[in-house]
């Protein structure tokens, strides 16, 4: 469990809020102490009595481990410490100073059936040493309950990537505010269930956790094409664009067209359906001023018919949702195509399909956040950790949904309901936002081994929780 519309910081961040606590007067030993705190309080929640060994290392993060097991034991846990060499000078040295049981070095730990990792936070600037590593990964798997300081040792803070942590971290005590460590690659998984401790410092972001929408309810003069027209467009796989219209018309639109070559395909009756064959008969088609948001991609194909409909679309002045072969067919031109739009664009990569259009270094935040520099589109890059990324530079992510959301079609669900929000008005990542939870907390409902059919029905009961 993630905390859900929190902020995100990056370690330059994190400390730019800290020194400006500490220009207000407040010291670095008294916000160690309050981290200290938040860490004792959680330990002593999953210890319940057992045996507790703390690991420190020689920066802040050891400091905070420091006063965790001075405060620990004054409450009669029974503690033991082990410090990876001498504490850097400062509030984490002071705070070594004021433990008063022994300290081991890591060579001569045994393991405890709670562990704390006070090893490193955001200061982690290289791979754990190897042996440093093999120590810490063996006191862990021999721990029933491992709990991590602000992150788990081993993890790059603004990446997520491996640095060798760990497997096995069940809780992470998060200092102040979430870092992407937390949410993003490896770190996802590494850091086990994450618990914000608010530690007084203010933090400045534009990143935040995806929260549950606020969604409204139709108004008393409401009518079908107030509330949002959507246009699906068919492709070479009908299957996929039927997925996208259904969760359109689930998914909060008043009114779905399916444009394609079945008009009288199979699908809820409820779904109107229109015969779309040629690049012609789309423009015509699209010409409806009653459309406010066009699907386009799931099962769309890649062959010259589907470039030629991804033109006629990309000319439509209409907001745009593409997915699937639609961003194949953009490829590495995505840039050089959306130039030309003059309505809003939102793309819906999985992590294949973004790799195949941008290049870029960096973590997936970063990465994320370039593409939608460059082509001025509202990027979902989607996954596990999904990361939102307006033009703007917002920046919303999703981490932990349901794994059987790893189930063909799921995706042209999630383009479907963005449709749906996006028809209804919504700018930037507000409509992704909104889709993105109704889409996890729809796969959260639906229980295990779903088909991304079973997604559509529990957006109903989903929706009624946002309003
Ligand atoms: N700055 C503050 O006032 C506060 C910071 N807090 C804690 O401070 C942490 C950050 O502290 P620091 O900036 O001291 O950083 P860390 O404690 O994360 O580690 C920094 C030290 O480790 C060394 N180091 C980094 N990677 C290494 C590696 N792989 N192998 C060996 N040595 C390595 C660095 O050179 C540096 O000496 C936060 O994560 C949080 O736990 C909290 O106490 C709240 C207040
Ligand atoms: N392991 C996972 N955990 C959480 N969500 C996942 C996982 N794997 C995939 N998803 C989600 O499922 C959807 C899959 O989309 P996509 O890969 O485009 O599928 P398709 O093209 O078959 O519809 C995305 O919303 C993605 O974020
Ligand atoms: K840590």
């Known amino acids: 469990m993630i905390p859900a519309g929190a902020p995100i910081v990056t370690a330059a961040q994190m400390r730019a809020a800290e020194d400006a606590v500490f220009r207000t007067g407040v010291s670095q030993a008294a916000l160690m102490e309050r981290a200290g705190e938040a860490v004792a309080r959680e330990a002593a929640r999953f210890a319940m009595g057992r045996p507790i060994l703390v690991l420190a290392g020689p920066g802040n993060n050891g400091g905070d481990a420091y006063v965790a097991a001075r405060l620990l034991h004054a409450n009669g846990h029974d503690v033991a410490l082990v410090a990876t060499g001498a504490p850097k000078p400062g509030a984490a040295a002071e705070m070594h100073a004021r433990w008063r049981g022994p300290t081991s070095s890591l ?21 754990l040493e190897r042996g440093l590593a093999a120590v810490f990964a063996d006191l862990a798997s021999h721990a029933d309950f491992t709990l991590a300081i602000d992150l788990p040792s081993g993890i790059d803070t603004d990446s997520g990537d491996d640095l060798g942590a760990p497997r096995g971290i069940d809780a992470t005590v998060a200092l102040g505010a979430l870092k992407p460590a937390h949410l993003i690659g490896a770190g996802l998984e590494r850091s086990g269930h994450v618990i914000l401790a608010d530690i007084g410092i203010p933090v400045e972001t534009r990143s935040r956790t995806v929260a ?36 359109a018309m689930a998914g909060g639109a008043g009114y779905v067209v399916l444009a394609g070559g079945e008009p009288w395909g199979a699908g809820p009756d409820a779904l109107v359906r229109r015969e779309v064959g040629t690049s012609e008969d789309l423009a015509e088609f699209l010409g409806w001023d009653r459309i406010d948001a066009i699907v386009l991609g799931p099962g769309l194909g890649r062959d010259r018919r ?20 639609a961003l194949s067919l953009l490829g590495t031109g995505a840039a050089r195509w959306l130039q030309s739009r003059t309505a809003p664009t939102w793309l819906t990569p ?16 970063d990465r994320t956040l370039a593409a939608a520099a460059e082509t001025g589109a509202t990027i979902l890059h989607k996954g596990p950790d999904t990361v939102i990324a ?4 917002d920046v919303r992510i ?12 799921t995706g042209d669900v999630l383009a479907g309901i963005l449709g749906a929000q996006v028809a209804q008005g919504g700018k930037g990542v507000a409509p992704a936002e909104a889709a993105v939870w109704l889409h996890a907390r729809a796969a959260g409902l639906a229980g295990a081994a779903f088909i991304a059919d079973r997604l559509i029905d529990p957006l109903a009961e989903a929706i009624t929780e946002c309003l």
């Open 350 to 365: 999985h992590a294949g399909e973004f790799d195949r259009m941008f290049a870029g270094q960096g973590s997936k935040i």
């Open 306 to 325: 589907a470039e030629a409909f991804l033109r006629t679309a990309f000319a439509a002045p209409k907001p745009l949702v593409l997915d699937g072969d």
């Open 390 to 393: 307006s033009p703007k530079g």
């Open 107 to 127: 060579y001569a730990a045994r393991p405890r059936p709670v562990l704390i990792d006070g090893l490193f936070g955001t200061g982690m600037a290289r791979p």
């Open 212 to 247: 549950r929408p606020s969604l409204a309810t139709p108004g008393i003069h409401s009518h079908k094409y107030t509330r949002g027209l959507v246009a699906v467009i068919e492709g070479a796989m009908p299957g996929a664009a039927r997925l996208s219209a259904r969760a």
């Open 398 to 409: 999703l981490s932990g949904a349901s794994p059987w959301l790893s189930t063909a079609g």
